[in-house]
């Protein structure tokens, strides 16, 4: 399964979309820690299920974090949905 890294591309897009929002006209990518992955998992209901709480375990871990030197805020968005296997893998039972 392929993680990709940073995306250059996904970066100088989400990075114009912050400093529009920021309201200061330009933003570093890379040293902002722009970032996206994306990959394909295979699991059954109740693993996704099991994996959402682990996810929403870690983000809680981290929620009552407050304004202080060395931190600003970062906006993450999860998104997650089923899709339909490729022909190949429905016939063979896996990738």
Do not use: C, H
Not at 16 to 39: C, K
């Amino acid at each position: 399964m392929g993680w990709p890294g940073r995306s250059p591309k996904a970066a100088r897009t989400s990075s114009g979309d912050a400093a529009t929002a920021s309201g200061s006209g330009s933003a570093d990518p890379f040293a902002d820690l722009v970032g996206y992955r994306q990959g394909v998992l295979w699991l059954s209901d109740e693993e996704v299920s099991a994996a959402a709480g682990e996810i929403q375990a870690i983000l809680a871990a981290r929620a009552g974090n407050r304004a202080a030197p060395g931190r600003r805020p970062r906006l993450l968005s999860l998104t997650q949905f089923p899709t339909e296997p490729p022909p190949a893998a429905a016939a063979t039972g896996g990738p």
